[in-house]
């Protein structure tokens, strides 16, 4: 009985020499070696471990690629996830933040971070000059010219519809870098879809005439909210482009100007030594269009050369999963939040990525905020509750119940 004791007391020191078998699920109680723990310096909080109970802080720029997807059906917090996020960004780093929103769900948190809400439509009084001319710093005037040029060409062949032929890719090729250049010779007012109409006309070939019949929608018709001088701030770091509003018609034209104004950005932040996080809102409406989802198959490829990362949200996983090229997308995204899934995308998820069948619990039927992390080979349950009784979450939320009694909570408060 002494030498028992004796061992049980914290010397480190076995006096009694019994052995006893201790089973896996009783050691698991001491030491969960069936999870994994990220805990990233400067890391950004994505909830607690469901198995070790431990916080997960993770820190995208330390791994091999930044890129990520957040996915689950409507109501599981994909937004909540996101915002949370751009919080810890912009709060605690010095890196740019630019975002996509086509269901205007982030305005109010744009705002209340003194970013720039840039509000898109026909009838929008905010303008970005589809023809802003901007120069690196390691590029030459001439060079500069040639990308504008090329992008000027994509752009008219999106608002005539398809490809053009090789004469009028010349003469549009010709009259863009004729605008550019008198506007680098006499520093005059930047020109815009409207000085590229003027100058196709004055062309001496009968086709300038019709290139500029095709453009005039765009230049100096109803649809030319992209022709006119920018009047918003691109240069905050928190940009915000509302597209809610945004007609059909002018969709592929405005997703062409935003997503270059984006490149823009990404390639002035590289030079500047700064990094840039993307958030696409429902990322699946930009595959609709063809030269959007050739853009963002590249941006996912080269976009960690930039010192940037994307993250795109979606609830239609199924939609992003249907092509090849889509499912690239999601192969070049080292980390993935997978919130609950509906019936018909979990198994496709479970099969593309290997999630074993001990894991679909975790993104089946749970709460919101709650869900699988994918994170390089890493696989790790978490949940996020984001308190309720605080400013923070009436500002972040998208649940118009709560949004409601929050404001008729303070109504009466206001009247007592």
Known sequence: QVDGLNTT???????????????????????????RDLNHPHGVYFGQNLVSGNMILINRLMLQ????????????????TGKNEIL??????????????PDREYGKLTQKLNGELICLSEVSENHINAMDFRQAHDESIENAIKRKQSFVLSLCEEIIGGNIDSKARSLIDRCSG????????EQKEMPTLRSLY???????????????????????????????????DTENRLLCYDIHEMDEDLMTVGMLVVLDS???????????????????????????????FKFLSQL??????????????????????????????????EMLVMLNQSGTDRPILADMLKIPESQLPYITGVRPGHGLLKVGSALIPFGNEFPKDTELYQIITTNQDEIQRHKQKNEKSSKQ
């Open 300 to 333: 996912w490829k080269r976009v960690r050369k930039y010192g940037g990362s994307c993250t795109g949200l979606t609830q239609n996983v199924e939609d992003v999963l249907q092509t090849r090229e889509s499912r690239a997308l999601i192969a070049n995204s």
């Open 65 to 80: 690629n930044s890129n990520c997807f957040i996915l689950g059906v409507s109501g599981s917090g994909k937004s909540m």
């Open 198 to 232: 003027e100058e196709l006309k004055a062309q001496p070939e009968e086709l300038g005439k019709e290139l500029a019949l095709e453009i005039e929608l765009y230049a100096t018709g109803s649809l030319n909210t992209f022709a006119q001088t920018t009047n918003v």
């Open 262 to 292: 984006i490149m823009n950005r990404i390639s002035q932040n590289r030079e500047d030594g700064k990094k840039t996080f993307i958030f696409i809102d429902e990322i699946y409406l930009l595959f609709r269009h063809e030269y959007t």
């Open 178 to 185: 004729n605008i550019y250049r008198r506007y680098i010779k």
């Open 88 to 101: 810890s960004i912009v709060l605690n780093t010095d890196a740019d933040v630019i975002l996509i929103d």
């Open 9 to 35: 007391l914290p010397y480190g020191i076995c006096r009694v020499s019994v052995d006893y078998t201790m089973t896996t699920e009783a050691l698991s109680a001491f030491s969960p070696f069936n999870t």
